[in-house]
């Protein structure tokens, strides 16, 4: 095999190797980015402008607060919120007072939440209101001690009658919830003002961000990414973008629209992150479902780079009002998450004349792997070609290098690649190699051009959105029911989510009514499994497939699935 083989169709003026970082932590980027831009609009949130100064003041205020709670560096400190302006000025504060992220799901239900600040061990959590109602069921299971709600209308800056009636509005969305320590986020920033905040000296090696991933199998873990993982994606993702924003006006901000949510590590390292390395402006989405009002939001700015999952562009492009929207200014469209098709891809460019170029990442590498190169006009279908300072080879079962054309797992070494599991060495031995290598758990090949492709999954992981659904975890949820015998699930194809949970059940008693099973088994997953991952499709059989050891071949499910 040629090793390298992607240099020869590498882009026009990208390096193949990663330059030195020119940050000592993110916090220094923070600090450079808040000073060299102070008068541009860092952020944007419903027609209302957050500049890079207002987003460092507000940021050191409640840094500031989290110190005089008495947090010491390296202690984590969660974020449960969608796309508001909260949120990126939570993650500045916690890094700014030497603390570690924590990205949750708002979507959790108590259990996965409680899951989640038990292992990592938070001792503080941002949270939008909205959510508060679940951290109540759970707070007394964590080492959360101190809660900052978060609201809607905090930061829209309205007056008067028209606040009243907005934040009237606003609550009513809210599920009642009792959380009397709770401070609220308007009351943080005003003690936190009082303080002077404390600089850390963070190091590259310090830990920065806990992502929680099932990695490629099983119970959620913490992928432990460190400053120097997560800037060393930042500078892959300026190189690689820079041959399609190298002809843009310099009065021109550049502006990326954020509709995927920020506690996904791709829109917080590629979008959140790599936007304010360049002073740029970020259009916070608070609801990317909410199609209708994406598209409103985008009919009234002016952007440049769209990253987004196969599902959102297919939504987008259907919708009747997509064609008012102003793509003239449009450079760049990443997806990313999951599979691009190949229809979607040419109906974006038939309405963006923007080609989609498909990229590929996980938690575990910060997260961007590989990408096709953003001046490319035409879909391949490919994942493209390993960022600058990046390797990839395709491994069989012996793990040795296969040829060019041929399957095997893809692997994965380089600078953004993380050091581990949190607290969990048994899990990082099985995915990290004596030598520094990633084994993705996705089946891949590469060819004579350097292009990579993933062609399957080694593990049983189901991809619904972009987000990953392990079956073990659904499927223990179900078993819990007393009238399922045994229960599998698998992914089925799904033209809306490009895979959903498909759910077997052997039912205990073969005379049970199979309609009342159903809605008791949907009630159940919904009080205890986030939306993605409760089962679009329900089927009972009188027996599951299994090897002779009585493994369940979920293969054979998959393969009997109805279409």
Known sequence: MTECAWLKNYPEGVPTELPPLPYGSLVDLLDEAFEAHANKTAFSFMGRGFSFADTERLSRSLGTYLQSLGLVSGE?????????????????????????????????????????????GAKAIFILENFAATLQKCLEQTAVEHVVLCAMGDCLGLKGLLVNAVVRH????VPAFYLPRAVRFKQALRLGAQNVLQRNPTQLDDMAVLQYTGGTTGVSKGAVLLHR???????????WNQPALAKMPPQEPMTMVCALPLYHIYAFTVGMMYTLSLGGKLILIPNPRDIPAVVNTLKKQVFHIFPAVNTLFAAIARHPEAAQVDWRHLRVSVGGGMAVTAPVAAQWRALTGSPICEGYGLSEASPSVSCNPVTTMEFNGSIGLPLPGTRMR????????????????????????????WRRPDETAKVITSDGWLKTGDVGQMDEGGFFKIVDRKKDMILVSGFNVYPNEVEAVVAQLPGVLECACVGRSDPETGEAVHLVVVPADATLNEAHMEAQIRAWC??????????????????????????????????????
Request: zero cysteines.
């Open 394 to 421: 395709v491994v069989g079962d012996d793990g040795a290098e296969v040829p060019v054309g041929q399957t095997g797992e893809l692997e994965v070494h380089g600078p953004q690649v993380m050091v581990g599991y």
């Open 526 to 563: 919904r009080e205890q499994l986030t939306g993605y991952k409760q089962p679009k499709v329900i089927e009972f059989r009188a027996d599951l497939p299994k090897t002779a050891v009585g493994k369940v071949l979920r293969r054979a499910l998959r393969d009997n699935a109805p279409a």
């Open 170 to 173: 606003l609550k009513k969305m």
């Open 76 to 120: 984590r400190v969660a974020i449960m919120m969608p796309n508001v302006p909260q949120y990126p000025m939570a993650v500045a504060a916690i890094l700014r007072a030497g603390l570690v992220v924590v990205n949750v799901n708002p979507l959790y239900t108590a259990s996965e939440l409680a899951h989640q600040l038990q292992d990592s």
């Open 229 to 239: 993982h997560l800037l060393a994606n930042v500078l892959q993702t300026q190189l």
